[in-house]
């Protein structure tokens, strides 16, 4: 059986498209991106994460507070001054001490204590740089700068929960991304062809929401978070 169309049979089917009969143009159709929390949900979610960020800040003051009363750390406690040492900002860049970091945790400055734990090794770097080990002077202030690093590292391994700092670790994440996040976009549209044979694709479904010097060493903090 043939399957070629006559010429007469052919030219009927183009006048058909061509007059309209039996045509439909489909309904423009909106795409539709990933759900955005409401005002309402955002402000619940805020709250908690702010909830967890203040237990990690008492936990912080806390560690920044024995740190700077300890007396092999005096040294490192306030800003280097500039009048007695007059080239340190020649070679130190960014200088920095317990007492700015205690305005860091603060002004909320500090997400994760991975990032207050970089401040203290700041610390010790600079200390490290701008006093060279060639007289006994700078071999103290060179192994009080390391003492206080690893000082710092022995309480927070030793006293911070590890299930909070994870919960911390997810919050930086979280609003890093949507920080970055940009503002919904304008729905686009998918415009059809016409067709022999009208069809009505169905709507797209929405994604649904989806170690201490001083005293003993103190019991895990923060844990009160994950308890509530």
């Given at each position: ?155 927070i391994a030793s006293e911070l929960d590890p299930e909070f700092d994870r919960m911390c670790e997810e919050i930086k994440e979280a609003r890093r991304k949507r920080v970055a996040l940009p503002s919904p976009p304008a729905p686009q549209q998918q415009v059809c062809s016409p067709s022999a044979v009208a069809t009505r694709r169905p709507a ?25």
């Amino acid at each position: 059986m043939s399957m070629v169309h006559s010429g007469v049979e052919v030219e009927e089917e183009i006048s058909m498209v061509h007059s309209g009969v039996e045509v439909e143009e489909l309904e423009v159709e909106e795409v539709r991106g990933p759900r955005q929390l409401s005002a309402e949900e955002r402000g619940r979610l805020e709250e908690q994460e702010e909830n967890t960020l203040r237990e990690l800040r008492l936990f912080l003051r806390d560690v920044t507070r024995r740190l700077a009363t300890d007396k092999r750390f005096l040294i490192f406690s306030k800003p280097v001054d500039i009048e007695e040492v007059s080239d340190y900002l020649e070679v130190i860049r960014q200088p920095m001490d317990l007492s700015t970091i205690m305005t860091k945790i603060d002004t909320h400055k500090y997400l994760v204590a991975k990032d207050f734990l970089a401040d203290v090794n700041l610390i010790c770097s600079n200390a490290l740089e701008y006093n060279p080990d060639k007289d006994p002077g700078d071999k103290i202030i060179r192994h009080r700068a390391c003492s206080l690093k690893d000082t710092a590292h022995a309480m927070i391994a030793s006293e911070l929960d590890p299930e909070f700092d994870r919960m911390c670790e997810e919050i930086k994440e979280a609003r890093r991304k949507r920080v970055a996040l940009p503002s919904p976009p304008a729905p686009q549209q998918q415009v059809c062809s016409p067709s022999a044979v009208a069809t009505r694709r169905p709507a797209a479904a929405e994604e649904p929401a989806g170690s201490s010097t001083q005293g003993d060493t103190p019991d895990k903090h923060c844990s009160s978070v994950l308890e509530s």
